[in-house]
Nanobody, 122 residues
Framework: VQLQASGGGLVQAGGSLRLSCAAS????????MCWFRQAPGKEREFVAY????????VYADSVKGRFTISRDNAKKTVYLQMNSLKPDDTAVYYC????????????????WGQGTQVTVSS
């Protein structure tokens, strides 16, 4: 599976962005999808994940109530709606696809997108 993330940019604190991740290749519905992020000098961290059928979503505590992950299997696309953005949300955001392992660990995902930069100014 090839993943292409887009939608990042510069936004003021309190603003919103919607990230998209378009998939191509293998059957999209075989995979759970997630978003991770990596801030400068920090490790890549889990943000949110969604099961193949939207039956379950899980969020990191730091984004709960502000971010929403969703997917459109017909379009082979996963989204991350980010509201009430804070400067601490500044990072490169990565989408990933996986089938097994822990949903909040890097090792739970086999395929990664190239990342999209989100910068939140105060």
């Amino acid at each position: 599976v090839q993943l292409q993330a887009s939608g990042g940019g510069l936004v003021q604190a309190g603003g919103s962005l919607r990230l998209s991740c378009a998939a191509s290749g293998r059957t999209f519905t075989n995979y759970r999808m997630c978003w991770f992020r990596q801030a400068p000098g920090k490790e890549r961290e889990f943000v949110a994940y969604v099961t193949w059928n939207l039956g379950s979503t899980v969020y990191a505590d730091s984004v709960k109530g502000r971010f929403t992950i969703s997917r459109d299997n017909a379009k082979k696309t996963v989204y991350l709606q980010m509201n009430s953005l804070k400067p601490d949300d500044t990072a490169v955001y990565y989408c990933a696809a996986g089938t097994s392992g822990s949903y909040d660990r890097l090792t739970g995902y086999h395929y990664w997108g190239q990342g999209t930069q989100v910068t939140v100014s105060s």
